[in-house]
């Protein structure tokens, strides 16, 4: 049978299975015997079936074996001590019985509905889930199997390639989605859950994923029922808890104690979906596979790091939610951060999971706790263009009269490291603004003793080179140079050195969701929050949130449509810096 490639190689060299506290689990018993008269250590992995040998995406050999001799398929990885080719006996693989069972808890709710399910779905359309699967919705909305599978019908579909067999796969995927009815905080109800998982696992070795969709003042009920009602008694269980995680430093430490009082930390999977952008999940390899851009990647070279996200759209009736938030919380000091510690970090000693998260704790201990005056907060208001009317945010009826909740901030950071010392990083996110756009943009510094200053002119511009790495919306990496316009004169011309996406690489590219939960389900936590990473970063931002809440600090008024307020471009100007984003040109 000929080699199949998949797109689902993650990149995971490694992991430990566990399961609920109290549990006992075989699977250590089953390492040992595949690991006998073997000096490697063995790993088990769920890989794309009719798979044979694949590189993972971080380089590591895997060597995947397919057998349907059962209708089961297992997929194996072994790190090999030395470089030396090795496999492990068929025969110790033919035994191996287990089911993948996925809870979905929330499953009614829009996240659920429009990312969770659809993104399984993807999944099993490209041969990334193990053969033996089934996915359960849990919610408290009254629905039967049949109700599920016609509401989550609606939103699935076949975008990857559009082969012929999409109907197909699809009513095979749904066939395997089933639906319990119950309350966040029933014991019992969760044991009716556990009854009807044991139902379809016929006895076989279960592995269960839960995924809480669901606002995080339910997040400790749902997992004390599962992990005493509802938790895999031979196999291991693993829960993915979305953001966000607290509100400050305080609630967020009570939140991982409550949740560590039934889990260990490593069966915890708090997601954050931005770590999961392909962009985001490549600065890592254009930084420490280019010999071009490793050796300029300290303040040495680099003038100046900005992380921008906005939105085109309002809080549209999720006002009340927000406003229990704000855009501080709500992007700044998750999705930003992140991708901020994965910029600066060292050079990890490996790429697993746990050296790669060491690193970014690093540079997140590093930093300087944000100071009010390094900080801009906004807030959009009402206005009318081409004779249409767009509302403020306190006309959400959601929304209190008299909120004083950032839709915008803009921020300026600094790491006090060596590489770093310095350099600030700024940021600016925002809601309603002029266009969705979110990208990472490297502006380097001025070349010393230029021979062509005078040819710059007073455009500062020229004079500096920018990286920019576009995450959303066409995924774009692109490097501003000078360059000399053709023709018997001297004059200068800004250039960019393009890479887009769209047209380098014709498939689409999965949505992050897909790659969060694959990983998951692998047992792979590098693009996962650890609890440490997470009191480090909360440490950052709890003090300013607390200053801007005690003195009430009123946020600069912009309009719903335009690039925010002014106040962000007297900040960057007190740190000589100018938004890359300004002439923004479209590639």
């Not at 995924?475 to 380098?504: C, H």
Request: with cysteine; charged share 25%.
């Amino acid at each position: 049978m000929a080699a199949h490639l998949s797109p689902c190689s993650s990149s995971s060299t490694s992991f430990t299975p566990s399961s609920f506290k109290n549990k006992t689990t075989h699977f250590a018993k089953f390492i040992t015997l595949l690991g006998e008269g073997h000096s490697s250590r063995w790993v088990s992995r769920i890989r794309p079936r009719n798979q044979f040998q694949l590189k993972s995406s971080n380089g590591h050999p895997l060597n995947a074996l397919s057998f349907h001799g059962d209708g089961n398929s297992i997929g194996q990885e072994q790190s090999e001590p030395h470089g030396k080719e090795g496999s492990f006996p068929v025969s110790d693989l033919k035994n191996v019985d287990s089911k993948l069972s996925i809870t979905v808890v929330g499953a009614s709710g829009d996240l659920a509905k429009k990312k969770i399910f659809p993104a399984l779905f993807a999944l099993y359309y490209e041969d990334c889930l193990p053969e033996d699967f089934i996915v359960f919705g849990f919610a408290r909305t009254k629905m039967t199997d049949e109700g599920l599978r016609n509401m989550i019908s609606r939103t699935l579909t076949c975008r990857i390639d559009k082969r012929a067999n999409c109907e197909d796969k699809m009513d095979h995927f749904l066939k395997r989605c089933f639906y319990h009815s119950g309350l966040y905080s029933s014991e019992e109800n969760f044991t009716e859950l556990d009854i009807k998982l044991k139902e379809k696992e016929a006895g076989r070795k279960s592995n269960r994923l839960f995924y809480l969709s669901i606002p995080p003042n339910i997040f400790v009920d749902v997992v004390r029922c599962a992990s005493l009602r509802a938790s895999s008694e031979n196999g291991w269980t693993r829960v993915i808890v979305e953001k966000p995680f607290g509100r400050d430093s305080e609630s967020s430490a009570e939140l991982t104690r409550c949740l560590k009082q039934y889990l260990a930390e490593d069966q915890i999977f708090r997601i954050d979906h931005y770590l999961g952008k392909e962009l985001v999940e490549n600065l890592s390899v254009l930084r420490f596979s280019n010999l071009v851009f490793e050796p300029v990647w300290s303040r040495n070279y680099i003038k100046n790091v900005q992380l921008i996200f906005s939105e085109d759209f309002g809080t549209e009736g999720r006002g009340g939610y927000f406003d229990k938030y704000g855009i501080i919380r709500d992007i700044m000091q998750n999705h930003l951060l992140q991708i901020l510690a994965l910029f600066a970090m060292e050079t990890p000693v490996s790429l697993d999971a746990e050296d790669i998260r060491n690193e970014k704790v690093k540079v997140l201990r590093s930093m300087r706790p944000l100071q009010l005056e390094d900080v801009v907060v906004g807030q959009y208001k009402g206005h009318s263009k081409g004779g249409k009317s767009f509302p403020a945010y306190i006309d959400d009826p959601t929304v209190p009269n008299d909120s004083l909740t950032p839709t915008f901030a803009a921020a300026a950071l600094f790491i006090d490291n060596a590489r770093w010392d310095g350099v600030p990083f700024l940021m600016k996110a925002g809601k309603a603004l002029h266009t969705k756009l979110a990208e990472i943009r490297v502006q380097f510094r001025h070349v010393p003793g230029n021979l062509y200053k005078r040819n710059f002119g007073t455009d500062i511009d020229k004079a500096t080179n920018e990286l920019v790495l576009r995450v959303q919306p066409d995924e774009a990496i692109f490097l501003k140079i000078n360059n000399k316009v053709p023709g018997l004169g001297m004059r200068l011309d800004r250039s960019d050195l393009n890479l887009l996406y769209s047209a380098r690489y014709p498939r689409e590219i999965p949505d992050a969701y897909e790659r969060l939960l694959l990983d998951a389900i692998e047992g792979e936590r590098r693009l996962f929050i650890r609890s440490d990473e997470l009191d480090a970063a909360w440490s950052l931002f709890t003090p300013l949130l607390n200053e801007l809440e005690q003195r009430k600090i009123v946020p600069e008024l912009y309009p719903y449509g335009s690039r925010g307020p002014v106040g962000p471009h007297y900040l960057a100007a007190k740190h000589n810096v100018r938004w890359g984003d300004l002439g923004n040109e479209e590639l």
